[in-house]
């Protein structure tokens, strides 16, 4: 008697573990979710508002280039806070435009360049942001 119930305690404690994992990673799924969902509308903002600036300043280049500096490199704080609430293609696409962001030595023609993968990012962030739309 004693060594079946010892049996279904090994059991029960086995299958206790296997619960805790399971609710540990859906709870983080959940987390992710409604964080993407919060935070993420803000953060495209952000980097629209700044890459709207950066068109703005590309015309004289010579004269803004310290501006354009300052544009980008907050691009590249807003742009790491994106991936790293992001997962799948989305991270990978922030991912790509983070190194790209990070290896600018200096503002050249390679502004414009950056300019349309910053674009291309916040249009990756708005089709995933109305798919979740659909997800309620």
Do not use: C
């Not at 992710?32 to 993420?40: G, L, T």
């Not at 544009?71 to 790209?100: C, F, N, P, Q, Y």
């Amino acid at each position: 008697m004693a060594g079946w119930i010892a049996l279904v305690a090994d059991f029960a404690s086995i299958a206790g573990l296997f619960l805790t994992v399971a609710v540990f990673v859906n709870l983080r799924r959940i987390k992710s979710f409604y964080v993407f969902r919060a935070r993420v509308p803000e953060l495209t903002q952000k980097i629209g508002e700044k890459a709207s600036n950066i068109s703005k300043l590309l015309g004289d280049s010579e004269n803004t280039k310290p501006q354009v500096e300052l544009e980008l490199a907050e691009i590249v704080v807003l742009v790491r806070s994106l991936r790293d609430k992001s997962t799948g293609d989305a991270r990978l696409h922030a991912k790509r435009v983070l190194k790209r962001l990070e290896q600018r030595a200096i503002i050249s023609a390679n502004t414009w360049d950056l300019y349309v993968d910053i674009q291309t990012l916040l249009v990756t962030f708005r089709e995933i942001q109305l798919d979740l739309k659909w997800e309620k």
